[in-house]
Nanobody, 124 residues
Framework: QVHLVESGGGLVQAGGSLRLSCVASGLPFSSSAMGWFRQAPGKEREFVASISWSGGSISAADSVKGRFTVSRDNAKNTVYLQMNSLKPEDTAVYYC?????????????????WGQGTQVTVSS
């Protein structure tokens, strides 16, 4: 079975930082693009960041660009989301996703597998 397990979420004050991790198993991680999405209460799931199979191509939503950085370590089957300068509007459940192609995508339908999510709460 394919498993994606996120960790690193929690409660942080505005302006603080968190690093999310997603460990994948049961899939060819090094050949798969990875994405991060988030969903706040009452809102649709939205794209946050993505990274190609080798890490050579990355993308980030305008709302997080310059604050969040996605990276991956294929030797550890792990993708990371470094979140700096956090704002209350970043509060959401953050999901890790694995793509069916090696190339980065901002579209949620490009991803076949999803983690359970990790809660990030940013206080004012």
């Amino acid at each position: 079975q394919v498993h994606l397990v996120e960790s690193g979420g929690g409660l942080v004050q505005a302006g603080g930082s968190l690093r999310l991790s997603c460990v994948a198993s049961g899939l060819p991680f090094s050949s798969s693009a990875m994405g991060w999405f988030r969903q706040a209460p009452g809102k649709e799931r939205e794209f946050v960041a993505s990274i190609s199979w080798s890490g050579g191509s990355i993308s980030a939503a305008d709302s997080v660009k310059g604050r969040f950085t996605v990276s991956r370590d294929n030797a550890k089957n792990t993708v990371y989301l470094q979140m700096n300068s956090l704002k209350p509007e970043d509060t959401a459940v953050y999901y890790c996703a694995a793509g069916r192609s090696p190339y980065s995508s901002r579209q949620n339908q490009a991803y076949d597998y999803w983690g359970q999510g990790t809660q990030v709460t940013v206080s004012s």
